[in-house]
């Protein structure tokens, strides 16, 4: 584990006075280790760290680089044998990011007192560093590309189901480790379903509305862009809504900085649409982290208690959803700088 990635766990075992951490999520052993597996624990206390996975994985983590590599049967008889040998007392884990039944087992079986430090972790990973903006700026290229040619390549008289399907061998043959999330690909009315599933309706150029939500992984870093296609672009009501939108998401992206509350920002895009009588078709949060995960802290809603800091990296995506006819959503990554924002995604709205 690097130094910086150790400072991070130090300063949360001093301000949350733990005796140890143990992290049991492959995205926090992807973040603090760059580990590849799906299987491991990071135990770290004042003094010492090492990382336990069972036998497929110890020769792997070996060439990753990863020091004090042990093997394990299973994890709670590993962390049974750590606490015993440190004397550990009280422990921080990442809660948000393990399944309940796992952690309660362990929890349960342990003479130490645990402390949930999702939080904590949340907002160290949402300060993203050069390599992690680099590595998310590559999946936005190979996610962008990706669209272009099919498009260049002709969608007419394509089923939602076979746009995804040549849009995913596309994305992959360009350099996707894998998407970030299932492509949503809606036509006309299915475009109302703000997370619509393709199915076989056919998309006809010359009358078509066309929502692509699409994102690809690259060195496990997502990357999540919305674009609304209009083959009819004589459609007034749509070009409408659609300018609205298009406004909104301006509006909150001018707004951007350091500083500002991410309530604040959403308020922003809300009220504008609002103002137009649509807000009751926006339903979403206007955005959300993006980093390992596809959606991680900030979250850009009108619950969030988020203060929007620089080297954030997030969506802004407002909407409207006209049911039985369209619907239009707009969505861009942006990384957040000293006096506002980079555009990571460049595909024009």
Not at 67 to 73: A, L, Q, R, T
Not at 268 to 297: K, M, N, P, Q, T
Request: proline share 3%; hydrophobic share 40%; charged share 25%.
């Amino acid at each position: 584990m690097s130094l910086a990635n150790k400072i991070k766990l130090f300063n949360i075992l001093d301000t949350k006075e733990l005796d140890a951490i143990f992290l049991f999520s492959p995205i926090y052993l992807k973040y603090f280790l760059n580990f590849s597996g799906d299987n491991g624990l990071l135990f770290l206390n004042g003094q010492d760290s090492l990382f336990a996975t069972d036998s497929r994985y110890t020769l792997q983590a070996e060439k990753e680089n990863i020091d004090n590599v042990i093997e394990m049967k299973n994890h709670l008889s590993i962390v049974r044998e750590i606490i015993d040998k440190y004397k550990i007392k009280k422990i921080g884990f990442d809660g948000g990011n393990v399944f309940y039944s796992f952690i309660f087992k362990i929890i349960n079986n342990t003479d130490a007192s645990w402390v949930d430090i999702s939080n904590e972790l949340s907002k160290i990973r949402a300060i993203k560093n050069s390599e992690e903006i680099d590595y998310i700026k590559q999946s936005v290229s190979i996610q962008e590309k990706g669209l272009s040619n099919i498009i260049e390549q002709g969608v007419y008289g394509l089923s939602e189901n076979f746009f995804s399907v040549q849009l995913e061998c596309e994305l992959k043959r360009l350099g996707a480790e894998e998407l970030s999330f299932p492509i949503i690909a809606a036509v006309d009315e299915d475009a109302a379903l703000p997370h619509a599933i393709p199915n076989n309706k056919k998309i006809i150029l010359k009358d078509s509305v066309l929502l692509v939500d699409w994102g690809v992984k690259f060195n496990g870093y997502c990357s999540d862009q919305t674009v609304t296609l209009d083959f009819n672009k004589k459609n007034i009501d749509f070009n409408k809504i659609y300018d609205i939108v298009k406004e909104a998401q301006k509006l909150a992206m001018d707004f951007i900085k350091p500083g500002v509350k991410a309530s604040d920002l959403d308020s922003i895009a809300r009220d504008y649409i609002e103002s137009f009588g649509y807000g009751d078709y926006f339903g979403h949060s206007l955005g959300h982290g993006v980093g390992l995960e596809i959606h991680e802290y900030p979250f850009i809603s009108p619950f969030s208690d988020s203060i929007i800091e620089e080297n954030m990296v997030f969506t802004v995506e407002p909407g409207i959803y006209i049911p039985g006819k369209y619907g239009v959503r707009l969505e861009d990554m942006v990384l957040v700088k000293k006096n506002g924002i980079e555009r990571l995604t460049t595909i024009d709205k």
